[in-house]
């Protein structure tokens, strides 16, 4: 048998690996996530402790939200629709809306090659001066759009904001109302009149905006937002890696879907026309199916969804409720971030 010396010796051998082991590997996980967290910060991804960078490893679905995330969030004003109206405006001038007359905007707001009449531009002062008082995207771009195109505009007085479905202001002893269809219909006012027009510029991935004047449909606004230069690329990235991307997005379905084909999104995979407090019960459901889901998103709105997704991203551009809720931060806001942190929490695991 083996000398009394050589077995003293194997003891002592496994004495010091039985000890030493747990705490090398007590060492080399906070090592690992420490060295991790660091390289995600070189490249522009802030996480928040271990179990985010962890938890990103066992991603199969990734819903990302539209504004802002998969596109740039400046949207532009690009179209104007006056609706054929019998009532007049009580204004300086006697104006009649020239029935279903467009004009297309370039980036500058001026009008490209088309007769900008004087029921277009009452229709986007009216209701420009209504979005002065509101704080969304959209309508920033239409308040931009009309100054650029060197229209006056009057401050507005009872404003109030609808949440999921627009504004409502006075202008000049008018009562102005700006949003999505939702807003018209539920004061019960008929839009079929613009049906075609606003068809024609979701298809064009552009988001038609409703304007009503006095109790009446008056026109459409359209506001286009385009998409990040890095999003298709990042997509079909995730797509590669097995990772079902959707998209989420208040836009109604044709403009959401156009936007998706653009980004290379399958249009079976659109979330639209969902209300802000919407969001975070599409990530549960999605959960409930057993996928593991990471929300992606940069606004106050997605600030719940962030929270419930087992990981959320914020877009280091957006809001700060968004950044404070999610678990991993993309500073820059470009999409190939998602693929990176993927990457990174594989290389830690």
């Known amino acids: 048998g083996p000398s009394p010396s050589f077995v003293y010796a194997l003891v002592n051998l496994v004495a010091v690996l039985i000890i ?16 991790g967290t ?15 960078l962890e938890n990103a490893h066992g991603i199969n679905t990734i819903i990302l939200d539209k504004t802002g995330t998969i596109t740039k969030g400046e949207p532009e004003l690009t179209d104007v629709v006056a609706l054929q109206a019998e009532k007049e405006m009580a204004t300086t001038k006697e104006h009649t809306y020239a029935g279903g007359m467009s004009a297309s905007f370039g980036t500058n707001g001026h009008a490209n090659g088309h007769r900008v009449d004087n029921s277009q531009t009452e229709l986007l002062r009216l209701a420009a001066s209504a979005e002065r008082a ?15 195109g060197g229209l006056s505009l009057a401050e507005p007085t ?34 079929s009149g613009l049906e075609k027009d606003a068809d024609r510029l979701s298809g064009e991935g552009k988001t038609p905006m409703y304007v009503a004047i006095d109790g009446q449909a008056a026109g459409l606004l359209a506001v286009a937002d385009t998409l990040k230069e890095s999003s298709p690329d990042a997509i ?9 991307v959707w998209m989420i997005t208040g836009d109604n379905k044709r403009t959401a879907e156009a936007i998706a084909r653009q980004a290379g ?37 997605d600030a719940p969804a962030l929270a419930l997704a087992n990981v959320g991203f914020a877009i280091g551009t957006g809001t700060d409720v968004a950044i404070e809720s999610a678990a991993l931060t993309l500073v820059k806001g470009d999409l190939h971030g998602i693929v990176k942190a993927r990457n990174l929490s594989d290389v830690v695991m």
């Open 20 to 35: 030493a082991c747990p705490c090398a590997l007590g060492l080399a996980t906070p090592t690992a996530i420490m060295v």
């Open 38 to 52: 660091g390289a995600g910060a070189n490249h522009g991804i802030l996480i928040r402790g271990g179990e985010s």
């Open 134 to 148: 509101s704080e969304h995207p959209l309508g920033a771009a239409i308040v931009a759009g009309a100054l650029s």
């Open 158 to 191: 009872d404003f109030q904001s609808i949440t999921g479905q627009g504004i409502m202001a006075t202008v000049d002893g008018h009562r102005v109302l700006v949003g999505n269809e939702r807003l018209l219909t539920s004061h019960r006012m008929d839009t």
């Open 236 to 244: 079909a990235i995730l797509e590669a890696m097995g990772i079902e």
């Open 265 to 301: 999104i399958n249009p079976s995979h659109v979330m639209a026309e969902v209300l802000p407090e919407q969001k975070a019960a599409k990530v549960k459901a999605l959960q409930e199916e057993g996928k593991v889901v990471a929300m992606v998103g940069d606004g106050i709105n």
